[in-house]
């Protein structure tokens, strides 16, 4: 534990501070939970040691909450953690600031009543989305993405069985959304990263370019447990492979044949 630690509470939050290191700055972050639930809006600042501090990051302080059932971040948060929401089966909707510049793997996962995801105006430049920050979403229908998201990993919308829509807002430079389907356009060619888990189509051909790019790769677990999907086309012209295009499948794979990958 760094000698720079402090815990201090406030309201039904437990806020700690901490350094990663002698030079580092302090992290301010919600740590733990004490509150009945329903809706709640975490705090803003803490006062640690007789000086105030902006918080800016949530913990892993709310996993397996069942009474939550609304969460408003205010601007100025930067980072939601690992696991910070996860399995918190009665959370339906949360608002996040356009400061935050990172939601971490499994930041939301397993929030089966989750149905509204807004994301505010952008104040951050950049956005990253891990792994399965918002797996296994089963209610959440649609989700607009902000236009400062940067970089995702892998498919971090897999097991989120009813999601039919998926747009990007104007001024994306670095994701596109062509028929709910969402690509990262931040290179010279276009790589398919997203595809809906409630897309009720049996068939998809890839399509040979997005904005203007070769759409050239696949991401891994972007098919991940569809149950519906029978056959998917690679366009001649478009340089997706086979194999590519089967890892995109993994798990699908194991679970059951495709009738076609052409």
Request: with cysteine.
């Given at each position: 534990v760094?000698a ?7 309201g ?5 501070r ?5 030079s580092?700055?302090?992290v ?21 040691n007789?000086t105030?501090?902006q918080?800016?990051?949530?913990g ?8 939550i ?18 399995d918190c089966?009665?959370l ?5 600031p356009?400061?935050?510049d ?8 397993g ?6 995801v807004n994301?505010?105006?952008?104040t951050?430049a950049s956005l ?8 296994n979403?089963?209610?959440l229908?649609s989700?607009?993405l902000?236009a400062r998201l ?7 919308l897999?097991?989120?069985?009813a ?11 670095k994701f596109a ?26 068939e ?11 759409v ?5 677990h972007?098919?991940?447990?569809n149950?519906?999907?029978?056959k ?17 499948f993994m798990?699908?794979l ?8 052409t």
């Open positions: 760094s720079n630690a402090a815990t201090t509470t406030v039904d939050f437990t806020v700690d901490s350094k990663s290191g002698y580092s700055p302090y301010v972050s919600i740590s733990a939970y004490n509150g009945k639930g329903g809706e709640i809006t975490l705090p803003t600042t803490a006062e640690i007789g105030e501090y918080i800016t990051s949530v892993n302080a709310f996993e397996g909450n069942e009474s059932t609304g969460v408003t971040i205010p601007d100025g948060y930067t980072e939601i953690g690992l696991s910070a929401f996860k089966t009665g339906q909707s949360v608002e996040i356009g400061s935050v990172m939601i971490s793997s499994s930041a939301f996962s929030c089966t009543m989750l149905n509204t994301f505010d105006n952008d951050a990253t989305i891990n792994l399965g920050a918002f797996a979403c089963t209610a229908t989700i607009e902000p940067s970089s995702t990993r892998y498919n971090f897999y097991g989120c069985d999601l039919t829509s998926i747009t990007v807002k104007d001024g994306a430079q959304a062509v028929d709910n389907v969402l690509y990262n356009v931040s290179s010279d060619k276009a790589v398919m990263v997203v595809y809906p888990g409630g897309k009720t189509e049996t998809y051909t890839i399509p040979t370019e997005v904005n203007g790019k070769a050239t790769s696949t991401a891994m972007l098919f991940r447990n149950p519906v999907l029978k998917v086309t690679n366009d001649h012209r478009t340089r997706v492979t086979k194999m590519l295009i089967r890892r995109a798990e699908l194991r679970q059951k044949p495709m009738q076609s990958i």
